[in-house]
């Protein structure tokens, strides 16, 4: 099998991750999400069943609503989507968010663009995965600087929504809400538990030896670098043609 590349790796997990959604929302930046998500929808219709609905924000040929977020956000608290993924500047181990800033808020010395509707969807979506390519000591922290949407909530507050799993450069996290924390569930080619220790800033929970994130076979490699490309270029089409460069060179 040819060489497999690091975002397919990514991009095959998360179509793993979301196995039996119905519906899937993904953000208007979100390449490897939308992509794991076309790749499970394009499997399931290979097998002949039904693949899971789509929204990607900013899309034409993915997007179902006509008035942008106030619809995903309606859609979501009726319980109609079953999967969204976040991201942030910072993370910490309870699965908390920070999309403001860094440092000291309000007088942040690092601004980001906002929390958005992030705590809205964290508490109504069941199946937020938090993802997020970079992985290191500055995005990883022991504590956000500020809490955008948090990843647990106090007895006694009712939420049917947070994070089931961090997937990340370097491997793979499952979430548990009930200690709550993070736990190493596989890591990528390429990296080892040593270092993905070093740039996490958290503590989380692992086995002495952790498992290898699994690898597409080939039937899954050339449904993604066919099918699913060509469907991702509609909306991201400076992230399939960068993929596609890199296979070039992989296959020259």
Request: proline content about 6%; hydrophobic content about 40%; glycine content about 12%.
């Amino acid at each position: 099998m040819a060489e497999v590349l690091p975002r397919e790796v990514l991009i095959c997990t998360i179509a793993r991750l979301l196995d039996g959604v119905r519906h899937v929302a993904v953000g208007a930046s979100s390449p490897i999400p939308a992509a794991g998500a076309m790749l499970l929808r394009a499997m399931k219709e290979a097998e002949g069943a039904v693949g899971p609905r789509i929204s990607i924000l900013g899309s034409v040929e993915h997007n179902f609503f006509t008035n942008g977020s106030a619809e995903l956000f309606d859609c979501a608290g009726q319980g109609r989507i079953d999967a969204f993924f976040l991201g942030g500047g910072q993370i910490d181990g309870f699965g908390n968010v920070n999309l403001v800033g860094a440092g000291d808020y309000p007088r942040s010395s690092v601004r980001w663009p906002g929390s958005f509707g992030s705590a809205y969807l964290y508490f109504v979506v069941p199946r937020v995965i938090l993802f997020r390519e970079e992985h290191t000591p500055r995005v990883f922290v022991e504590k956000v600087d500020f809490i955008s949407a948090p990843g647990v909530s106090p007895d006694g507050v009712f939420r049917s929504g947070g994070p089931i799993a961090l997937l990340t450069g370097k491997g793979l996290f499952r979430f548990d809400k009930t200690r709550p924390g993070f736990e190493l569930e596989s890591v990528h080619p390429g990296h080892d538990l040593a270092e993905i220790k070093e740039a996490t800033g958290f503590r989380f929970a692992h086995d002495a030896q952790p498992r290898q994130t699994a690898l597409p076979d080939r039937a899954t490699l050339d449904l993604l670098r066919s099918r699913v490309f060509d469907e991702l270029a509609e909306t991201y089409p400076e992230f399939a043609a960068q993929m596609r460069r890199e296979l070039g060179t992989v296959d020259a």
